[in-house]
């Protein structure tokens, strides 16, 4: 068996921690010795009858401040007891602490966590005593028990054995991999945990997802995968990792062949202003409808084409753009895009991905709307009916240049016109 973890946590309320980490998971882990706590006292290391530890800030102000004596001497006392330790000192001007953090000191077999109390401590035991400082967020404690708590907690948790299903930490929320040495290129990067659920399947007129009822275990890693990104989406955009298509990605507009011969004219140059190409859906004679496109255009490129039917957007509903909606399928996937078809007409029952919801009319300069409630954002229905073709393959174009998909200058490619096939 491999050496424990241990912690070693300065303070002057050892009752604290010993009472949290006596039950629950912790409490088996220590009874299995996988995880060692102990709690050192920094009054047991003062010389006056008072066990005085504290003394008023020089210079004058409110508050008192943690003397460095004790401390110093009570890490001391525990390296030349118990051997060498990661020192670190809790206090909120420390570095964040988060996922990344607990899992380069899992790795860690000695771990010292310094907790102050009233002004903090002085400030000489920072500069010279400690390996780091560490913060939970921008928040003042009265202490730093309950930091310590928790770092020994998100820390201690991710150690073998510890959990009894070690499957937990590949899924929980923040677990992900390390960024990608080229950011421009899509990668899974980090979500929240999917939504979980149990009996019953209908509780209060609310029911489970069909799909984790369903007994098809792939449909159910992807329904996963998928609403964890999405949820990232509403909760937390800021998690997911920024990229772009390549320049030369084949995109497609794919349109009804029932659109008036003046706007396929305009849609036509659309295509060709920004390097896609045009299709017209429903003739016999070149493309019946969208799965022959797709057949066609995974010939070409190597892959099945995603496609992504492009709506309108309620007055008070936020953005489908196609970052969110792109990142979520790639997520579910677990790959960068493939070619995209962009699809204009009417919702079908097959054969559409996801859906976009734009505005049109929107001045895309003035940044992203991106206003997303906490629910889950539902991308496989279509908006609202939309009007004429031509703003909405405008607008999408203009979104994914907006939001950073594509070059801020269009390319140029020939277009799929009438009288040729993709």
């Keep these: 068996m491999s050496e424990p973890l241990e912690f070693e946590v300065f303070t002057i309320f050892p009752a604290a921690i010993e009472a949290f980490v006596a039950t629950g998971i912790m409490g088996k882990a220590i009874e299995r010795e996988l995880v060692v706590v102990r709690c050192v006292n920094f009054r047991d290391f003062t010389h006056d009858r008072h066990k005085t530890v504290d003394d008023a800030p020089f210079g004058g102000g409110a508050g008192m401040v943690i003397k460095p004596e004790p401390v110093a001497a009570a890490l001391e006392a525990v390296i030349a007891e118990r051997g060498p330790m990661r020192t670190i000192l809790l206090t909120p001007s420390g570095n964040r602490f988060d996922q990344r953090v607990a899992e380069r000191l899992a790795s860690e077999r000695r771990i010292a966590l310094l907790c102050g109390r009233y002004e903090g401590i002085d400030d000489r035991i920072r500069e010279h005593f400690v390996d780091e400082c560490l913060s939970l967020g921008d928040f003042v404690l009265n202490g730093g028990e309950v930091a310590a708590a928790a770092i020994i907690e998100a820390v201690a948790r991710l150690r073998e054995g510890v959990l009894g299903n070690p499957e937990s930490i590949a899924t929980e929320s923040f677990a992900g991999t390390e960024l990608a040495e080229e950011p421009e290129a899509w990668q899974p990067g980090m979500v929240l945990e999917h939504p979980h659920y149990t009996r019953p399947a209908k509780f209060r007129g609310h029911e489970v997802p069909a799909v984790l009822l369903g007994g098809d275990h792939r449909a159910v890693e992807i329904w996963r995968r ?12 800021e998690l997911r990792p920024t990229w772009r298509l390549p ?4 995109i497609t507009l794919a349109v009804p062949s029932s659109v008036a011969p003046s706007e396929l004219a305009e849609l036509e140059a659309v295509a060709s202003a920004h390097a896609a190409t045009l299709a017209c859906v429903g003739e016999p004679r070149r493309m019946r409808d969208l799965k022959q496109l797709r057949r066609s255009l995974r010939k070409r490129h190597g892959r099945d084409p995603w496609v992504l039917g492009v709506g309108s957007v309620g007055a008070d509903d936020p953005e489908r753009g196609p970052r969110l909606v792109l990142d979520v399928l790639a997520y579910a ?30 001045d895309r300069s003035t940044g992203q709307r991106l206003a997303i409630s906490s629910a889950l954002i539902d991308i496989s ?4 009916a939309q009007g004429p073709i031509a703003p909405f393959a405008r607008a999408a174009f203009e979104a994914m240049r907006a939001e950073g998909l594509l070059p801020a200058a269009p390319g140029r490619a020939p277009s799929f016109n009438r009288e040729t096939s993709p």
């Design 247 to 250: 320049a030369s990605h084949p």
């Design 381 to 384: 229905q279509p908006r609202a």
């Design 226 to 237: 998928r609403t964890a990104c999405l949820r990232t989406w509403a909760l937390r955009p």
């Design 333 to 362: 996937a677990n790959s960068a895009p493939p070619p995209l078809i962009l699809w204009f007409g009417q919702a079908l029952e097959t054969d559409i991905d996801a859906w976009l919801a734009l505005d049109p009319e929107r």
